[in-house]
């Protein structure tokens, strides 16, 4: 069984920053692709970055040039470092690891930016 634990929210001011640690059970060098996504009250979860076993990357436009998707296969984990943050990208924030059978999520990181 896959587990995904993520790690790094908090509360942080508007143009702060937070990186955020997704470690899993199992190596991720087994996924094609590990994202992370985010869920704000009463939306939708919408994908934020994800990443690529070759290391190619892919971001919302509202996040482009502030995050920064990476991964270290040696620790099996997948970081989401966060700059100039807004108040709204509060949020919760999960990590996600798809297959062909089903797609593994972690349980959350709370991220709350003030203004």
């Known amino acids: 069984q896959v587990q995904l634990v993520e790690s790094g929210g908090g509360l942080v001011q508007a143009g702060g920053s937070l990186r955020l640690s997704c470690a899993a059970s199992v190596s991720i060098a087994s996924f094609d692709v590990m994202g992370w996504y985010r869920q704000a009250p009463g939306k939708q979860r919408d994908l934020v970055a994800d990443i690529t076993r070759g290391g190619m990357t892919n971001y919302a436009d509202s996040v482009k040039g502030r995050f920064t998707i990476s991964r270290d296969n040696a620790k099996n984990t997948v970081y989401l470092q966060m700059n100039s943050l807004k108040p709204e990208d509060t949020a919760i924030y999960y990590c996600?690891?798809?297959?062909?059978?089903?797609?593994?999520w972690g349980q959350g990181t709370q991220v709350t930016v003030s203004s």
């Open positions: 996600k690891a798809p297959t062909s059978l089903r797609n593994f």
